[in-house]
């Protein structure tokens, strides 16, 4: 028996894997889209209650009011406690950026919940940051970012560009970027860009400086108000989650340690019969 448990242990940690993880959030399905409780449409950036509110004449990054003002929460308050830590600009501006590229892991939104846009506001990306499961796409990181820096002191916005977002930060006077953007007027304006783990804050993929690109600065803090939802319409959202991984060289190393046992098992039965 005791030989049994032993085995059944190690196939469960090659094999066993949750196969998701809900989201905290309540949500709820209209027209095969997916709300939350502020009645922003989660699964699209276009239209007035899409989560950027895309349309002809702009954009709107309204997602990012779910966590200011009023609503602000745990991502606000860390960017209060890097002001209060790190009086030096560039620094705290360095740190907040660190604690968005370390702690997220670039998963894009299909692979994550199985849409083809899911977008999560700023709590709820540190609530998984805390965690230490955190995983988001551009459109994460640039809402997490702006939202940060804001609560830090500082000016800052969400950018567009074709198939892209990011955030922008001002600095001016920081030497380490690799362009500097003009935006309202005013140069000085940094990139943001944390989904790639080498990624350092100023730096600008190619795209960003060629073409149009369009940001909107967070200033006046709209307080969204959360309202009720239709029962009969609430659905519950799964992130899907990786299967335990081992990899070919350990797999083999649990077959040479198994096999002798199972061996010596087979013996000590036989023997017993004979």
Avoid at 34 to 57: H, L, M, N, P
Avoid at 68 to 94: I, T, V
Wanted: glycine share 6%.
């Amino acid at each position: 028996m005791r030989v049994k448990i032993i085995l059944f242990g190690i196939a469960g940690w090659v094999f066993l894997a949750s196969p998701t993880q809900a989201i905290e959030e309540i949500f709820y399905k209209k027209d095969n889209q997916i709300y939350d409780s502020w009645r922003i449409c989660r699964t699209r950036a276009e239209g007035v209650d899409g989560f950027f509110q895309v349309t002809k004449e702009g954009f709107r990054p309204i997602i990012a009011f779910e966590s200011l003002g009023k609503n602000s929460d745990l991502a606000y308050k860390y960017g209060k406690e890097f002001l209060a830590k790190y009086p030096d600009s560039y620094q705290r501006a360095e740190k907040i950026f660190r604690f968005a590229r370390d702690g997220v892991s670039y998963t894009s939104d299909l692979d994550q919940f199985g849409y083809r846009e899911f977008a999560l506001n700023a709590d709820e990306l540190v609530a998984r940051i805390e965690k230490g499961n955190a995983r988001g796409d551009c459109e994460d990181l640039a809402i997490l970012l702006a939202t940060m820096y804001k609560a830090a002191g500082y000016r800052s916005a969400v950018v567009l560009v074709p198939g892209h977002a990011a955030a922008i930060v001002y600095l001016p006077g920081y030497r380490k970027a690799n362009a500097t953007l003009k935006f309202y007027g005013q140069s000085g304006w940094i990139w943001a860009e944390a989904t790639g783990r080498s990624n350092h804050l100023g730096w600008a993929p190619s795209r960003a400086l060629q073409g149009k690109a369009i940001a909107y600065e967070i200033r006046a803090v709209e307080d969204l108000a959360q309202q009720s939802i239709p029962e009969n319409e609430i659905v519950q959202v799964r992130r899907k989650t990786t299967p335990l991984a081992i990899s070919p060289f350990f797999f083999i190393l649990l077959l040479m340690w198994i096999l002798p046992l199972l061996s010596r098992v087979f013996m000590v039965i036989t023997r017993r019969k004979a």
